[in-house]
Structure formats: C-alpha cells, structure tokens
C-alpha cells in the first residue's frame, strides 16, 4: 500500500513539475489568444468572403480570391500603396539623417546637455491625437502660426494643408517632428556603447571626421540603425491618426496612405471584405520588410 | 510543495473567475418585460420606464439645440434623456458600426435619409409600426400625416423605420453692406453670382468673392446647390448616371474656377460646414451657401457681424437659378431630410419611441423650432409662434417643391464617399471636370449594378 501511494505521489509530482510553468503563464496566454489570434483569424477569414452592410444579413458568401484581385486592378488601392511608400521613405530618410545629426551633437561635451536631452523628448510625450489636432492647428492657411511668422519674415503664406502639392510634405514634416527625438535616443545609446581605441587609433592615424564618421561610426552603428529602420518601418508604414486629423487624407487622396483607405473602405462603405484583404497585404509588405531586416540584423551578429 | 499546489489553486480559480460573465447591469429587455409595461399596475411604474434613454445627435446646432429641447421632455414628464454629442466628422462612420454589430450604444439617433435604407437593409433599425399600434406606448393625438410626404424617405414595404425631424436646405448668404456699397442685388443667376464675387473679391483687405466647401467627406454637401442649380443631377429617375453629362460638367467647371481664379480662400479643400460659417460670420466672403441650419449662428450678433444697430450683417436668400426665355427663375435646389431613429437591438425602445413621438409631435418640433431648429412636423411650421420667431421658414415652404436630396438606395452610403472624391479632385485641380466627373459616373455605375439598381 505505502508503495503504490507513493508511486501515485511522485506521478503527481511529475506531472505538476512539467506543467506548472503552463500554469502560470496561461491566463497571459489565453489573453493573447483572445486579442490577437482570433480577430487575426476573423480578418483573414472575412477577407475570402464578401461582407457589405448592405448584404451580410442575406449571407456572407465565399468569395475566393476577388477582394485580393478586386484591390490590384483598384487605381485608388495601388495609389494609396504608392502614397505609403514615398511617405515611408521620406519620412524615415530624414529621421535617420537629422536623427544621426542629433545623436552626435548630444554625444558631445556641450553646455546643459542633459537639459537638451530632456527637451527633445518633448514631442514623444505627446499623444497621437494631441500632435495631428495641435499641428493642424499651426498649419491653418488663415490662422496659423506658421504663415503668421512666415507672414512677419515677409513670406506669402503657404497651403501647407490644402494644396495637393504641399499636404504630402507637411505630413511628413509633422512625423519627422514627432518620432527624430526617439531615433536620436536610440542612436546616441548605441553611440555611448562603441570602444575608445578605434578612435583613438583613427586620430592617430589622422583621419578626419568625416572619414572617423564613414569608416568606423557607421558600421559600428548599424545594429542600432537597422533595428531602428525597423521600428520606424512598420510605424510609418501603418501611420492612421496623425494624417488623419491633419487631411484626412486629402486634398484629393495625395496623403491617402493605405490605412486610410482601409479605414474608408471598413468604416464609411462598409466592406469589410475588401479592408480586411487591404489590411492583410499591409500585414504581408510588412513582413517581408521585417524578414530582410531580421536577416540584415542576423548576418550582423 | 504544498506551498505550489495552493499557488496553482490560485491561478486557476482567478482564471475561471476571469471567465465569469460579468452580471448585468441593466435589467435585459425582451418581449415578456414589454407586454409587463402593459399589464403592471399603476402603482409599480415598468423598470424600463426609469431608464434614461441616450440619444445621438452629431456635434452642431442639432446637439445644442436637442439638449434644450430633451431638457423640457424631462420637465414635463420626469423622464430623463441622456444626449451624446458625436464629432460630425465620425458621426456616420460610428452609426454604421453600431447598426453592423448591434450596438446598444444608443436608444435613439439622429438619422439622414441616405443611409436609413442601408440600415433597414442590415435589420439595424426597429420598425415604428409596432409602436403606432400599441395604444398603451403611441400617443392618441399622433398621426403620420402630420409630416406630409417626408415619410415616404423613411418607409419601405409598409414600413416606418423613422419619424422626420428637418427638412433642410441651404441659402444664399450674403454681406448686405458690401453689396449695398457696391451697388449690387442678392444674384438670382449664376452669371450674376460670377460677377458679384469677382467685384467684391478683395483678398488684400481679407475679404473674398465667395466661400465654398471641399472637405473630403464633405464636398457634396456644399456642392449640389451650385449643381442642381445649373440644370444637372446625380441620378437619373430610372437610377442610371446623369453628373457627367454636359449641365454636370458645366456646374462643376464653375465650381472649380472659383478656387482656380482666386475668389474663394485657397484653402477651401479643408472647408467643411464649421469653415464656412466661420468664414461667413467673421465676414471674410461676400457670399456663401450654407445650411439653414447656420441660421442661428449667422443671424446671431454674438456669433456673427452686426451693424452699429446691432442688425446682422448677413441676408439669405433662395441660391441662384437658370434665367429662362420668359425672364423668369428655373430654381432647382438641394437638401437633407433628418429623422429620428431606434436601433434594433436597443434595449430601451418604448422609452425611446415615446421621446422621439414627443420630440417629432407638434409640440417637440414647436419647441425645436422656436430653439432653432427645422421642425418637421407641418402643424409646427406653421405656428403663428414658430413663423412670427422664425420668418425663413416661409422661405423654406416656397423652395420645399424644387428642393432634391441625395438618392435614399441601400447603395447610398457607398455612392457618397465616390462623389465625394470626384468633387474634390476636380476643385483641387488635380483632374479636369470632365475627367473627374467620367470616372465618377464609372465607379457609380458600377456601384449601381451591385445594389441592382441598373443592369
């Protein structure tokens, strides 16, 4: 008898020691499921079937591959595709380039450095909505800022936000402002984390700064700037709330990016198929991305 | 170990609890609670009767407007109605996800005749019927026919889905002084429009010819009076494509070299309904169509210009028309018909039906009116109070035979955004008329064809 319960015994003990770490992870997990798995699931599922407000309570019938094929053979969809892109690229390129620019100054010994650091955090402390309603708001033709002091140097005012060829850079002039501090940051830790000797040694040798920058700065950095090109990647790429509330993505689509247009065709049209197909081709672009830049970090280390 | 069995214990019994349904918080409603409305003695007043109905309105005069007028309901019957202001911009974008996932966010809403068929459609909307039949919930005074033929937009098979509330159109605003200094009469031509807002244009002293809107999700709002005006239509009546036909074409051109030639602000691609009561108020146009609605506000000397005698600067009158060989006026103008409408899956219908039947009876739009708003009941409008406080509203009677709305179809929530666009492109240059008008009719066309309008 003593045998057989202690055999029972160390079964059980077994069996809680395998599985206790389950235990204990698995409300976080169920959660995780819950949030994101299934409405992952939904999604892709409505993006085969055709799902109007129109038309849903008669039935939401298969509809293959259309609303995929639907959006390639949509001028709105490719243009859309196209406004994200340049966007990604503008705005990213300059963040990188003014980030960098940022992150050396902040590494040198210069007069209230920490206090520099702090206030150019400021406009990451701003939400989302704060920053689009506050720079629509500046960017006013009639009332803004911005043209008031343009106004008082002498410079006609501009249609930063009405006029199709300008609305595009005004957006990416408000993303720049918002997101270069935090690349600063990321760049100036990686900046505080390279040895002395290289350096020492490049002085030595008599290289200039520009040569210190390219040769040794840079390639020591590029962990660092790949991840950031990442983040700001995906960012960027699915960016809603700001452009909304500044355009809408107007003046006539020219800052309608992707999102945007997923919003237009889930929210005002009502079909849901069709943004939900859209909202699965950004989910695959940004995979892609992730996977190269992934690949770019493996082959780093 | 014991210490880890108990731990476990733990986990599990904070996840079945996570998993608990949470308790209701409001007593549920279904079929058997209604009919107790009915049956329960006077002494127990229904447990839904003591539940405040919340109403939706978008932000605007209607909002302000409805918290005064919900205010008396609550005076003369104890009953308290809950009014929720919804950023216009996201107004039918919210409607629509409450209507798709039956929502009980609201017991009643502000509802535009366009997209009540889409709701019918998706079964978002409960049928009145139900009501008017009921002698224990509609009131015995009330009739349909107190609201004339705006009904019609909101009834399908038998059916009333709605009770209508304004009946709007939009004026002619215009700075009386300026007009007086220059010598000029309120246009009754678009030739006559053209010619006022190039002699008033003055940009240098911030002063321009005319304000119109092109806000994306606003645009055909603000540009069907100068389209309807000049002879064209959206719509055929057998439902096939008419905007891009040649009086189409015309009226958009007009519209577009407004902006093009510098007499509208040159930002007017952000200008949506707040813009342009903003740029007639302060005074920056000479001229500008805007709702009825703005009346309150334009006419205002808090809001708006006053002269030293505190009269308001601003006039309206009807927008311009086609001259005729006779010499007379062809007026064709635009509009929207409101309503008042209860989700399906409310859980507070009766209480919501009795303050949308007060609100829409002769004494709610009397009180709706005298506060500024466009009632739509007849006996209302015509109340020696209401027309003694509010003389448009004979305006208003005389434009009601030449007025259109948007088409009431279930495809109507997807033609608007596709109009909408091709306004936009055209007035920001960025496509000729006629190229933004064809693609236009293309999209429309093909929109038609999935709601089987057209073949």
Redesign the interface.
């Known amino acids: 008898m003593a045998l057989t319960h202690s055999k029972k015994t160390w079964t059980f003990?077994r069996f809680?020691r395998k599985f206790?770490p389950a235990?204990?992870i698995?409300?976080a997990f169920?959660v995780l499921i819950i949030i994101l798995l299934f409405p992952l699931g939904y999604a892709l599922w409505l993006s085969f079937h055709t799902w109007?407000?129109?038309?849903?309570?008669q039935g939401i019938p298969f509809s293959d591959i259309q609303n995929y094929a639907q959006l390639f053979s949509n001028p709105d969809f490719l243009n859309a595709l196209r406004i994200t892109l340049t966007f990604v690229v503008l705005a990213i390129s300059f963040e990188l380039i003014l980030g960098m620019g940022l992150a050396l100054l902040l590494n040198q010994d210069i007069k209230a450095r920490s206090f520099t650091r702090a206030l150019i955090l400021i406009p990451m402390m701003c939400t989302n909505v704060v920053i689009g309603l506050m720079w629509r708001l500046l960017l006013?033709?009639?009332y803004g800022l911005v043209n008031y002091y343009l106004g008082r140097l002498g410079i006609l005012p501009v249609?930063w936000?009405?006029?199709?060829h300008v609305a595009m850079w005004s957006v990416i002039l408000v993303d720049v402002w918002n997101t270069t501090s935090f690349v600063a940051l990321m760049l100036l830790a990686g900046l505080q984390t390279l040895p002395d000797e290289p350096y020492e040694a490049a002085k030595m040798d008599g290289a200039s700064a520009f040569q210190t920058f390219t040769y040794l700065t840079l390639p020591f950095l590029r962990p660092i700037i790949l991840v950031v090109l990442l983040w700001r990647f995906i960012d960027t790429f699915r960016i809603f709330d700001v452009i909304y509330l500044l355009?809408?993505?107007?003046?006539?689509?020219?800052t309608e990016t992707i999102s945007i247009y997923v919003y237009?065709y889930g929210?005002?049209?009502?079909?849901?198929g069709v943004a939900a197909s859209a909202s699965f081709i950004m989910m695959l672009i940004m995979l892609v991305f992730a996977a190269v830049i992934a690949w770019a970090i493996g082959k780093e280390e | 170990m014991k210490f880890k069995i108990f731990a476990l214990l733990a986990v599990l019994t904070f996840v079945l609890a996570a998993c608990t349904p949470a308790a209701a918080t409001e007593a549920p409603v279904n079929p058997a609670e209604e009919v107790a409305t009915e049956a329960a003695p006077a002494e127990q007043p229904p447990a839904e009767a003591a539940k405040p109905v919340v109403v939706a309105v978008w932000s605007g005069p209607e909002h302000d407007n409805l918290v005064k007028v919900a205010a008396e309901y609550t005076k003369a019957t104890g009953k308290e109605v809950i009014v929720e202001e919804v950023a216009r911009e996201a107004y039918f974008d919210k409607l629509n996800t409450i209507t798709a996932t039956c929502g009980k966010d609201y017991d009643a809403f502000y509802a535009m005749s366009d997209f009540v068929p889409v709701y019918v459609a998706a079964e978002g909307l409960k049928d009145l019927n139900t009501f008017f039949e009921d002698p224990a919930v509609a009131s015995p005074e009330f009739t349909l026919d107190d609201f004339g033929m705006a009904t019609s937009f909101f009834t399908f098979d038998g059916k009333t889905y709605a009770l209508p509330s304004e009946g709007d159109t939009a004026w002619l605003w215009y700075r009386k002084d300026l007009f007086e200094k220059a010598g000029l009469t309120p246009p009754e031509t678009w030739d006559e429009f053209y010619a006022a807002a190039k002699k008033l244009n003055d940009p240098a002293n911030g002063i321009y010819g005319a304000v119109i809107g092109n806000k994306p999700d606003e645009a055909w709002w603000d540009y069907m009076y100068y389209l309807f005006g000049q002879g064209g239509e959206l719509l055929n009546p057998d439902n096939t494509v008419a905007i891009n036909n040649e009086a189409g074409v015309k009226a958009l051109t007009f519209y577009a070299n407004l902006l093009k030639e510098g007499l509208v602000p040159p930002d007017v691609t952000t200008f949506g309904y707040v813009e342009i009561l903003e740029t007639l108020s302060k005074g920056k146009a000479a001229m500008g169509i805007q709702w009825m609605a703005a009346a309150q506000d334009l006419l205002s000397c808090d809001k708006s210009l006053c002269d030293a005698d505190g009269n308001p600067l601003l006039g309206y009158v009807i927008p311009p028309g086609i001259k005729q060989d006779d010499g007379t006026i062809k007026r064709h103008t635009g509009g929207s018909q409101w309503s008042w409408a209860i989700p399906a899956c409310s859980e507070n219908q009766v209480e919501a039906y009795k303050f949308i039947e007060w609100l829409t009876s002769p004494v709610g739009a009397k009180l709706w009116a005298l506060n500024g708003g466009i009632p739509g009941n007849i006996k209302a409008l015509s109340d020696p109070a209401v027309v003694a406080k509010i003389p448009q509203f004979a305006l208003l009677a005389e434009v009601m035979p030449y007025r259109s709305i948007f088409p009431t179809l279930t495809v109507s929530p997807e033609l608007l955004p596709v109009v909408n666009e091709g306004i936009v492109a055209a007035v920001s240059g960025t496509k000729t008329p006629q190229e933004a008008l064809d693609e236009m009719a293309a999209k429309l066309t093909e929109i038609l064809k999935a709601g089987g309008y057209v073949k």
Not at chain 1, 52 to 57: G, I, N, Y
């Open positions: 003990h809680i206790e235990f204990y698995s409300p169920i109007t407000l129109r038309t849903f309570k006013n033709y009639q249609e936000l009405s006029s199709p355009t809408a993505g107007g003046p006539a689509r020219v237009r929210f005002q049209s009502f079909n849901l």
